[in-house]
């Protein structure tokens, strides 16, 4: 059997976040061990989860008198989420979702 490496599964790892799809089902979708699969998750999960947190977000507070509902919220599998105030864009939801 091949040796699958840390880069291959780290794209998968990274594919598997934005597939939405469970680890199981990724895996059989991409015909590869489930066991490993999961051990090489459970290794970039913990180095992701004890790095520096920052994302390349900034939350940005609104002062009281223009605060808004959120109109839509997006969440993402990586556990980033992004609320949409005001009007919405079709064209500006579909770029942060894809």
Do not use: H
């Not at 976040?17 to 051990?39: H, M, N, P, T, W």
């Amino acid at each position: 059997m091949k040796k699958t490496s840390i880069e291959t599964y780290y794209e998968l790892f990274y594919r598997w976040q934005r597939s939405g799809l469970s680890k199981a089902a990724f895996a059989d979708r991409e015909g590869i061990s489930k066991v490993s699969f999961y051990s090489w998750c459970k290794k970039f999960e913990t180095k992701t989860d004890s790095q520096d947190t920052s994302t390349g977000f900034t939350r940005i507070e609104l002062a009281e008198a223009t605060a808004q509902l959120a109109v839509a919220k997006i969440n993402y599998p990586s556990g980033i989420s992004v609320e949409l105030l005001g009007p919405l864009d079709p064209d500006r939801i579909k770029a942060l979702l894809f």
